[in-house]
């Protein structure tokens, strides 16, 4: 396969990364895909992090709190019993 590429733009990637000119395409398509397939997986995940304020943030006692609420009422196992009395190793 041939690519016309800019010479001066090649030259500067095979400087920086100290590969020849294939390796050094490759790699830069590597890191390419690489960069794409994160920004779109953290695209995936807009929407499911806190988007209020900074100051309006819940704070761990709150959302312990809430927590404790929410489970109060079912079955708790021996060590989860003692962790809520205080007793459990840390």
């Given at each position: 396969?041939?690519?016309?590429?800019?010479?001066?733009?090649?030259?500067?990637?095979?400087?920086?990364?100290?590969?020849?000119?294939?390796?050094?395409?490759?790699?830069?398509?590597?890191?390419?895909?690489?960069?794409?397939?994160?920004?779109?997986?953290?695209?995936?995940?807009?929407?499911l992090?806190?988007?209020?304020?900074?100051?309006?943030?819940?704070t761990?006692?709150?959302?312990?709190?809430?927590?404790?609420?929410?489970?109060?009422?079912?079955?708790?196992?021996?060590?989860?019993?003692?962790?809520?009395?205080?007793?459990?190793?840390?």
């Amino acid at each position: 396969m041939s690519l016309n590429l800019d010479d001066e733009l090649l030259n500067e990637a095979k400087e920086i990364t100290g590969l020849p000119t294939t390796a050094t395409v490759e790699e830069i398509l590597r890191r390419f895909v690489t960069n794409e397939r994160q920004r779109r997986a953290l695209s995936e995940l807009s929407g499911l992090g806190w988007d209020g304020p900074h100051h309006s943030r819940p704070t761990f006692e709150t959302l312990a709190s809430e927590f404790r609420a929410l489970t109060a009422d079912r079955l708790h196992t021996p060590s989860e019993v003692l962790m809520r009395e205080g007793r459990g190793e840390r």
